[in-house]
């Protein structure tokens, strides 16, 4: 027998529906990209996103198409996504960090058919204009007046599209399971391959991030998602703002700690989130200027494990509380949050820290196991480490066009390519990715690990380890450094340093300075390129 409640399919646009009819006042605040501070609301967004939408069919797109997005946080970027899912097409993301052959590559295995984008990226785009010739036209994010004198072809003004539209346009019918988002991996190795959201996985994860454990946005919030929206739906705060009806802050194309602070502080921000690189930006600008945070209630940090000096400092020096996270753009992303349980909340400040170092527990709709190499489960001990896996309705169980093959276990669960432990309460540590664990006599040490507790020395501003290859033990860890600013450490301060903090056989067997540590295009560390960096390095212990 079949239950008797209404169908009502899981769409996208209805976030926006919803905000417009109970939150339509709302304020959304924007650093636009031209520099000036903007102000909208919900109601201004759903309008202007019917327009968009409208606008968009007369150019001849229709659903399934995709267009692609090549900007940064701001109204007109959010505009446009419920524009383009409410005519049934669907929003590709392109990260602006990407290399430009990776970026022709995703614009060409995704078939763009428009490219929307701010006009910072007009060189970008004028570089690989040859080489995506199915490409119809640019809309740049800007008033007419503001296009770029550009050699690109079929550029359109945004503003001037949706001023020449009204609003009478009705969502087009789609049923939950169509496509609505895309997504490349930011591809370590090889092609990036592409993550296609459906509206209906799209709701659900909206959901399940925003639940009270996770995200727990209200409508008394303000929002500042630093975290970008082409980095895996900016963690779903795309939906999730509207849904909550809490005021929203776009930060724009800064990043920078002066232009964080500036933002959370004349708009009283109360939850933000990002990856570590950008807090460290900002915690390092309001130490220099001796400046507190009175409004942050709560930050989610993800992406790269969080150090246990940022997690400190946040919550002892800004009272501020961490919400470390992991996921990946396979999971929408949420996969963990490290929300406290009953009891948690009575340790001590270290002890809580201790958990709070761990990227948490799972959400509801996320199943994880991990295993052993030959495929068999390991215990929920904290201390067993192996691959993560996990299984839900917001996680890829294809890539686009069928890229890589079959990515699920036989029993429906898919690869992180994560190691971890899960202790006995389901809180979950990452290792390390399986690739950069450092293998040394048949051991597995954390690379994660040991960058942590090296990024806790004062004078070392980032750090990085990778394994070299060594005639006994097979692999080593060698401890690659940032300084701080004005600082000047050297290799026996550094180790003194670990000494105390680490198993013997975990301890470097060298340290190197450098100047800067290469990240990929959404800001982690880039292990492959480290790896070719130091590929004939020798290790003084060989
Ligand atoms: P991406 O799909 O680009 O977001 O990358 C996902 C990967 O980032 C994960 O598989 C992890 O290796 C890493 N990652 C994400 N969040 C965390 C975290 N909190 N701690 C450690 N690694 C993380």
């Not at 969502?171 to 090889?190: Q, R």
């Not at 915690?283 to 940090?301: G, H, S, T």
Request: proline share 4%; net charge negative.
């Amino acid at each position: 027998m079949r239950g008797l409640m209404q169908e009502w399919p899981l769409l996208v646009h209805t976030f926006i529906d919803h905000a417009k009819i109970h939150h339509g006042e709302r304020e959304i605040v924007t650093r636009k990209v031209e520099g000036d501070i903007h102000s909208t609301t919900y109601s201004e967004i759903y309008s202007r996103s019917k327009k968009f939408a409208k606008a968009l069919k007369e150019l001849g797109v229709t659903k399934s198409d995709v267009i692609g997005t090549l900007a940064w946080n701001t109204h007109r970027h959010l505009e446009s996504w419920y524009g383009i899912t409410g005519l049934g097409a669907i929003y590709h993301t392109l990260n602006p960090r990407l290399f430009t052959e990776q970026l022709d590559y995703i614009i060409n295995h995704a078939d763009n058919k428009f490219i929307i984008s701010d006009i910072s990226f007009v060189e970008i785009l004028e570089n690989i204009q040859d080489k995506i010739p199915n490409v119809q036209g640019f809309i740049f994010l800007c008033e007419k007046s503001d296009l770029p004198d550009t050699k690109l072809k079929n550029v359109y003004s945004y503003e001037e599209l949706i001023n020449s539209q009204d609003d009478n346009f009705e969502w087009v019918k789609l049923e939950e399971n169509d496509a609505c988002g895309l997504c490349y991996t930011s591809g370590t190795t090889g092609n990036p391959k592409g993550v296609l959201y459906s509206h209906r996985s799209n709701v659900l994860h909206t959901l399940v991030a925003n639940s009270a454990d996770a995200m727990g946005i209200k409508s008394t919030d303000v929002v500042m998602p630093v975290v970008p929206m082409f980095h895996a739906n900016a963690w779903g705060l795309s939906f999730s703002a509207p849904m909550s009806g809490c005021k929203v802050v776009m930060p724009g194309m800064n990043m920078d700690g002066e232009s964080i602070y500036e933002l959370l502080n004349d708009h009283k921000v109360t939850f933000t989130a990002a990856v570590p690189t950008v807090w460290l930006m900002l915690l390092q600008y309001l130490e220099a200027n001796d400046l507190k945070l009175p409004y942050l209630e709560r930050v989610a940090i993800g992406g790269s494990a969080v150090p246990r000096v940022m997690l400190e400092k946040f919550e002892k020096n800004y009272d501020v509380s961490v919400m470390h996270a992991w996921g990946m753009t396979e999971m929408s992303p949420l996969g963990t949050i490290g929300a406290f349980k009953s009891g948690m909340e009575e340790l001590s400040f270290d002890e809580q820290m201790d958990i709070k170092l761990k990227q948490g527990r799972a959400s509801y709709m996320v199943e994880m196991k991990i295993t052993d190499d030959d495929g068999n489960d390991l215990p929920w001990n904290g201390k067993d480490f192996g691959h993560l896996l996990v299984r839900g309705p917001f996680i890829a169980s294809k890539y686009m066009k069928g890229d890589g093959g079959q990515i699920l276990d036989n029993q429906g669960f898919f690869d992180t390519g994560d190691v971890a432990t899960i202790d006995e309460l389901g809180f979950m540590q990452i290792t390390d990715r399986s690739k950069d664990v450092i293998k040394s006599g048949g051991e597995w040490i954390s690379s994660i690990e040991l960058e942590n507790i090296a990024v806790g020395h004062p004078d070392i501003a980032e750090a990085a380890v990778i394994g070299i290859f060594h005639p006994k033990w097979d692999e080593r860890p060698l401890l690659i450094c940032v300084p701080a600013e004005g600082k000047d450490p050297n290799k026996d301060n550094v180790l003194e340093y670990l000494e105390d903090k680490l198993a013997k056989w975990w301890m470097p067997d060298d340290v190197v300075f450098v100047d800067e540590i290469p990240h990929t295009a959404t800001g982690k560390i880039q292990k492959l390129t480290l790896r070719e960096q130091f590929a004939d390095y020798e290790l003084p212990t060989a």
